[in-house]
RNA sequence: GGCCCCUUGGUCAAGCGGCUAAGACGUCAGCCUCUCACGCUGAAAACAGGAGUUCGAUUCUCCUAGGGGUCACCA
């Protein structure tokens, strides 16, 4: 029987001569200091990078980080049909963008670190050595069934309403003798490594998750497949076999792999490795209609990475917001201490939450508009600059010119006590600064109603002549207030609510005349800022303009 | 369908046998105010259902329902 299993894995691997003892040597356990977590993402090169996939990534990096362990990257790219060209690069890129920088594995210019290769279409050789030694251990062995016959055995069992898949006695080859695989082998017929479970029907394994506490599930006792027909692992044998070696402690992974596990810890234990600890963490669920479902990359443009960058949601507002949804006490953490950076906080793995969150982006907004209200005017040109040199070139164009300037428009409301929150994302800004620059300025809005057009004129043309540039806040008001009084509106707002037939209107309405003719709109920041930033010219052109074109 | 996970207001969530069941977002109302935004005050709004354990259950147990995940030579 030994023989037998010795024959068969020099037959399948017969220029494998190194062993798992050699492996152990080649790739020891780490130097580290008590306590430290050695995590990883294991991100398959697609070319799409998911909203969700920063949510393990953040986990992963914190718990490395605050614990001064090492924090991984590894391409699992053994599905050759998925593979994307350039997707590495992306992914890399992706997570840099939102702060996640890897101590080790995959960079843009290779590998870097002794754990290596971190690409598992380059680690084949590793995987056999230990599938060598799961077939001579008879824990492991060669399946030849054709893709039909596996068609028909699944449409037997489901007749039979059995669990579909290969193991026990629906396995034909589990038990074949040396001669008949010879024979399969050199006829030259394909055939894929099937693990040879030792689980047993109905048995039962008992599991500690770090999220989700202790769990019972059936144990495995499906023969599933450690090597392709290619001789690539399946990604549960190269799990098994990457984060053994690769000496990680903390495998953060999303939910849907909790029904894997059993098999997971069935490899593991086969192969004589210690099982690193499980952080399984809820799926984002997106609402659609009246149920939830998984967000979606092919309905749902915001599970999307990328989708946040053209938005321009800042780095800063999306790490906020992945950490109020990651840990629960962030939030209160954020409140009272608003200046920390986010690394200060203590993140724990017992304030993770156990269900599956909606995907929330009024929620987001707002985390993001505070984030927003709290940088300097240089820190949003800065990132505005940014964000529209890649997604509003035009904009960009106007807004560079006179970067000075630009930092002005943004310092508008920002200094105060109570800063303006206006600001959710980069992409408004175009309605936010338009009217600062003639060639994007038109008139939106309508002039009040309640102010007629012969005043509307009025108020346009004289305050032409009283406008005064070098005026501060308050004389500038004041001002305002005087045109008011002249033409028979209230100088407060308050006079004319409590006495209405005594006024035509009140201070409010001649400013919000001058807003839309300045601004074009009605709602804006201060005007007196605005004026001070477009200058006399500009503004006495614009009262100009919009005064030729009131009809009496 | 089997197995597994989950279930507190519209959303995110505190709670861990005894509370008028926090807080945040959103919504609504009011105040402040030259518009908007901010800020302040307030309001509406929840323990999925049923058994049990207990002097007492949101909290512990079981059942039901609902939602989700997974059952590949994809990860």
Same mark, same amino acid.
């Given at each position: 029987?030994?023989?037998?299993?010795?024959?068969?894995?020099?037959?399948?691997?017969?220029?494998?001569?190194?062993?798992?003892?050699?492996?152990?040597?080649? +790739? /020891?356990?780490?130097? %580290?200091?008590?306590?430290?977590?050695?995590?990883?993402?294991?991100?398959?090169?697609?070319?799409?990078?998911?909203?969700?996939?920063?949510?393990?990534?953040?986990?992963?990096?914190?718990?490395?980080?605050?614990?001064?362990?090492?924090?991984?990257?590894?391409?699992?790219?053994?599905?050759?049909?998925?593979?994307?060209?350039?997707?590495?690069?992306?992914?890399? !890129?992706?997570?840099?963008?939102?702060?996640?920088?890897?101590?080790?594995?995959?960079?843009?210019?290779?590998?870097?670190?002794?754990?290596?290769?971190? &690409?598992? !279409?380059?680690?084949?050789?590793?995987?056999?050595?230990?599938? @060598?030694?799961?077939?001579?251990?008879?824990?492991?062995?060669?399946?030849?069934?054709?893709?039909?016959?596996?068609?028909?055995?699944?449409?037997?069992?489901?007749?039979?309403?059995?669990?579909?898949?290969?193991?026990?006695?629906?396995?034909?080859?589990?038990?074949?003798?040396?001669?008949?695989?010879?024979?399969?082998?050199?006829?030259?017929?394909?055939?894929?490594?099937?693990?040879?479970?030792?689980?047993?029907?109905?048995?039962?394994?008992?599991?500690?998750?770090?999220?989700?506490?202790?769990?019972?599930?059936?144990?495995?006792?499906?023969?599933?497949?450690?090597?392709?027909?290619?001789?690539?692992?399946?990604?549960?044998?190269?799990?098994? $076999?990457?984060?053994?070696? #690769? =000496? $990680?402690?903390?495998? $953060?992974?999303?939910?849907?792999?909790? &029904?894997?596990?059993?098999?997971?810890?069935?490899?593991?234990?086969?192969?004589?490795?210690?099982?690193?600890?499980?952080?399984?963490? !809820?799926?984002?669920?997106?609402?659609?209609?009246?149920?939830?479902?998984?967000? !979606?990359?092919?309905?749902?443009?915001?599970?999307?990475?990328?989708?946040?960058?053209?938005?321009?949601?800042?780095?800063?507002?999306?790490?906020?917001?992945?950490?109020?949804?990651?840990?629960?006490?962030?939030?209160?953490?954020? #409140?009272?201490?608003?200046?920390? /950076?986010?690394?200060? +906080?203590?993140?724990?793995?017992? @304030?993770?939450?156990?269900?599956? &969150?909606?995907?929330?982006?009024?929620?987001?907004?707002?985390?993001?508009?505070?984030?927003?209200?709290?940088?300097?005017?240089?820190?949003?040109?800065?990132?505005?600059?940014?964000?529209?040199?890649?997604?509003?070139?035009?904009?960009?164009?106007? %807004?560079?010119?006179?970067?000075?300037?630009?930092?002005?428009?943004?310092?508008?409301?920002?200094?105060?006590?109570?800063?303006?929150?206006?600001?959710?994302?980069? &992409?408004?800004?175009?309605?936010?600064?338009?009217?600062?620059?003639?060639?994007?300025?038109?008139?939106?809005?309508?002039?009040?109603?309640?102010?007629?057009?012969?005043?509307?004129?009025?108020?346009?043309?004289?305050?032409?002549?009283?406008?005064?540039?070098?005026?501060?806040?308050?004389?500038?008001?004041?001002?305002?207030?005087?045109?008011?009084?002249?033409?028979?509106?209230?100088?407060?707002?308050?006079?004319?609510?409590?006495?209405?037939?005594?006024?035509?209107?009140?201070?409010?309405?001649?400013?919000?005349?001058? =807003?839309?003719?300045?601004?074009?709109?009605?709602?804006?920041?201060?005007?007196?800022?605005? #004026?001070?930033?477009?200058?006399?010219?500009?503004?006495?052109?614009?009262?100009?303009?919009?005064?030729?074109?009131?009809?009496?």
């Amino acid at each position: 029987m030994e023989d037998k299993n010795l024959l068969i894995a020099n037959l399948l691997f017969p220029d494998i001569t190194q062993t798992p003892e050699d492996m152990e040597k080649r +790739f /020891p356990e780490r130097a %580290l200091a008590e306590g430290a977590k050695v995590t990883r993402i294991a991100p398959s090169p697609t070319g799409f990078v998911h909203f969700g996939n920063l949510f393990p990534a953040f986990v992963s990096e914190r718990l490395a980080r605050q614990s001064g362990g090492v924090f991984l990257l590894r391409i699992e790219d053994t599905d050759s049909q998925r593979r994307v060209e350039g997707a590495v690069d992306t992914i890399i !890129s992706s997570f840099a963008h939102y702060g996640l920088v890897f101590d080790e594995g995959v960079t843009a210019n290779g590998d870097s670190g002794i754990y290596g290769p971190y &690409s598992q !279409s380059q680690r084949a050789f590793i995987y056999h050595v230990f599938a @060598k030694d799961l077939v001579e251990r008879g824990l492991a062995y060669p399946c030849f069934l054709t893709k039909e016959e596996l068609e028909d055995i699944r449409a037997q069992q489901e007749a039979q309403k059995v669990l579909p898949g290969c193991y026990g006695r629906w396995s034909r080859y589990r038990d074949c003798g040396f001669e008949t695989v010879k024979q399969l082998i050199d006829e030259g017929k394909p055939y894929v490594l099937r693990l040879r479970s030792p689980g047993k029907e109905g048995g039962r394994i008992t599991f500690t998750d770090v999220v989700k506490g202790k769990l019972e599930m059936d144990e495995n006792y499906v023969d599933q497949v450690l090597l392709k027909s290619d001789g690539i692992p399946t990604y549960h044998f190269a799990h098994a $076999v990457d984060d053994h070696l #690769m =000496r $990680v402690t903390h495998v $953060v992974r999303g939910e849907e792999w909790l &029904s894997s596990l059993p098999l997971h810890l069935q490899l593991f234990r086969v192969l004589n490795f210690k099982a690193p600890k499980y952080l399984h963490i !809820s799926l984002l669920m997106k609402q659609d209609g009246g149920s939830k479902r998984k967000l !979606s990359k092919r309905h749902d443009p915001e599970a999307a990475l990328t989708y946040y960058r053209q938005q321009g949601y800042p780095v800063r507002a999306v790490r906020e917001y992945v950490m109020t949804l990651l840990n629960s006490n962030y939030e209160e953490w954020r #409140m009272q201490n608003p200046a920390l /950076p986010l690394e200060d +906080f203590k993140f724990t793995t017992a @304030k993770m939450a156990h269900s599956g &969150s909606l995907f929330d982006l009024q929620k987001l907004d707002d985390v993001s508009k505070n984030t927003i209200a709290a940088m300097s005017a240089a820190e949003v040109t800065k990132q505005v600059l940014d964000w529209s040199r890649d997604f509003d070139p035009k904009l960009h164009a106007l %807004l560079s010119a006179d970067r000075a300037r630009t930092e002005k428009i943004f310092e508008i409301g920002r200094n105060d006590a109570k800063p303006r929150k206006d600001i959710a994302k980069w &992409s408004e800004i175009r309605g936010y600064t338009d009217f600062f620059f003639d060639s994007l300025f038109e008139i939106k809005d309508a002039f009040p109603e309640n102010v007629s057009p012969a005043d509307t004129k009025q108020i346009l043309t004289r305050y032409k002549s009283i406008y005064s540039e070098k005026d501060d806040p308050q004389q500038w008001f004041e001002r305002v207030k005087e045109l008011a009084s002249d033409l028979g509106f209230a100088q407060k707002p308050k006079d004319y609510k409590n006495n209405p037939q005594l006024y035509k209107g009140h201070v409010g309405d001649i400013s919000m005349v001058l =807003r839309v003719a300045v601004t074009g709109k009605t709602k804006s920041p201060d005007l007196f800022s605005i #004026m001070q930033i477009l200058g006399k010219d500009c503004v006495i052109q614009r009262l100009c303009s919009a005064a030729n074109k009131i009809k009496e």
